[in-house]
């Protein structure tokens, strides 16, 4: 099995607070749902701010690897590769 | 210190707090906190050092539990806040309700979709409790248009009485071990069967915690002119139980209209009762002219109580925790309106003054004398 590549997790304001303040957290990852998984064991209150008890993504939120939102590519299937910055927005749905 | 009355605001953007002096002639605001997000429930804890809650619940990262030991001058998050188990296949979708327990820092919440939890450490962890959240109706309970909300909680020793939309009422007898519907007399609506085992749209439930057998409720009326299935069904909107909840009649002849959402119960007095009633179809206030109408003899007959409300071209909606009373001698009611003003009702609703009149929608008002 091949090393996951390193990714740049992007985070906004509101969700700065759950993980020490950080804009950036850089970690290894070879899909959206292995970056969710890797921050549900390092970042627990990160984690249940962007996913529901059953780890589903929160419904108004959406996420895009570099500009491309994942619900136009695989959702949390979509592969990463090195160097990717992954960005989580509130929905403007949300009202 | 000199007895204070304080009142959380719970609204669209965030909790606010006002503080008045006993004489309640202006309030001073606090807040927002939690800021831009939507607060559907309050709790003010008055037993010993004052704890206020608030659930703070973001569409966007979710539901928190703000706590504040400081009398709302600050509120920080509680260590988590309820949630079902990871196997269930629910998601927390909202907080609709919290009362405090028997112990120091028990809290019971209310959620959508409708089920209970318990805290025992003041909302650092949580528990569900089975017995209604996995109720052999749960799963056929239907959301109504605010979701699928438990948002009655009324405890008294053993006994405990829920809330539900659309549900019904739930009673325990066993401390919240085991529930069973107890909706003999309850009307629904939006159903072929007009009284149903279960499914009936709740709206609230109050009672005097000196009378706990009598009950008042506010269900889901406005089916007087209704022609289908099962014909109409007049006045099932305000009601009345004499036996703890176990079967209930109706009290709503002589409302302007039986649809309503809060239901109050005087502090001194368990047969004098307040509702706002509201046009079924807009829910607002009929012809535009707000009222809180009251009943002295336990709904015998109702008055309507007007004086400073305004007369004419007014369209708010009172949501079904935005009003309340506090435990003064003379008692002052309250109410919060989707149109972001809060009104107070002094000496028991005969008089009323805007407090405030640009806030957020309110969700809802609570009120305690610390």
Redesign the interface.
């Known amino acids: 099995m091949g090393t996951a590549p390193v990714i740049t997790i992007h985070l906004p304001g509101p969700l700065r607070p759950y993980c020490a303040g950080a804009s950036r957290l850089s970690i290894a990852a070879g899909t959206i749902r292995a970056a969710l998984e890797h921050l549900e064991r390092n970042q627990a209150a990160l984690h249940r701010s962007l996913c529901d008890e059953t780890g589903a993504l929160r419904r108004h939120l959406n996420v895009f690897v570099n500009s491309e939102n994942v619900r136009d590519l695989d959702g949390v299937d979509t592969t990463l590769a090195a160097g990717d910055v992954v960005t989580f927005l509130p929905a403007v749905s949300g009202g | 210190m000199a007895d204070r009355v304080l009142l959380t605001i719970g609204t669209r953007k965030g909790v606010f707090v006002a503080e008045a002096a006993k004489a309640r002639r202006t309030f001073a605001l606090r807040g927002p906190f939690g800021p831009g997000v939507p607060v559907y429930s309050t709790l003010i804890d008055d037993r010993g050092t004052p704890r206020l809650y608030a659930s703070s619940c973001?569409?966007?990262?979710?539901m928190k539990l703000l706590c504040s030991t400081d009398l709302g001058k600050s509120f920080k998050e509680t260590a988590s806040a309820p949630?079902?188990?990871?196997d269930?296949?629910?998601?927390?979708a909202n907080i609709w309700a919290l009362e405090f327990g028997d112990r120091r820092k028990e809290l019971w919440c209310g959620v959508e979709p409708a089920s209970l939890f318990r805290s025992h450490d003041g909302g650092d962890s949580w528990e569900m409790v089975p017995g209604i959240s996995n109720h052999e109706h749960s799963r056929k309970w239907q959301p109504g248009a605010g979701g699928l909300c438990l948002h009655t909680i009324l405890r008294d020793g053993d006994r405990v009485h829920l809330g539900i939309s659309t549900g019904g009422h739930y009673l325990s007898e066993d401390g919240g071990q085991t529930f069973r519907a107890s909706n003999q007399g309850i009307g629904a609506g939006f159903a072929p069967d007009p009284y149903p085992e279960f499914g009936q749209c709740v709206h609230k439930i109050a009672r005097h915690e000196d009378a706990p057998g009598r009950l008042y409720m506010q269900n889901h009326g406005g089916w007087a002119d209704w022609t289908g299935p099962g014909g109409p069904r007049p006045n099932i909107g305000v009601l009345r139980s004499d036996d703890h909840g176990r079967s209930w009649r109706s009290i709503a002849a002589g409302l302007p209209s039986d649809f309503g959402f809060p239901i109050v119960v005087h502090p001194h007095d368990a047969d004098t009762v307040y509702v706002m009633p509201l046009e079924p179809a807009t829910r607002t206030c009929p012809g535009g002219a707000p009222a809180v109408w009251r009943s002295e003899n336990g709904g015998d007959s109702w008055s309507r109580l007007s004086h400073g409300l305004p007369k004419k071209q007014t369209y708010f909606t009172v949501q079904r925790d935005a009003m309340t009373i506090d435990r003064l001698k003379a008692p002052a009611l309250y109410f919060g309106t989707t149109t972001g003003q809060l009104w107070i009702g002094r000496e028991g609703g005969e008089r009323f003054d805007c407090l405030f009149d640009s806030l957020p929608p309110v969700h809802n008002v609570k009120v305690a004398v610390v």
């Open positions: 973001n569409p966007f990262f979710g949630a079902f188990p990871k269930d296949g629910r998601a927390l």
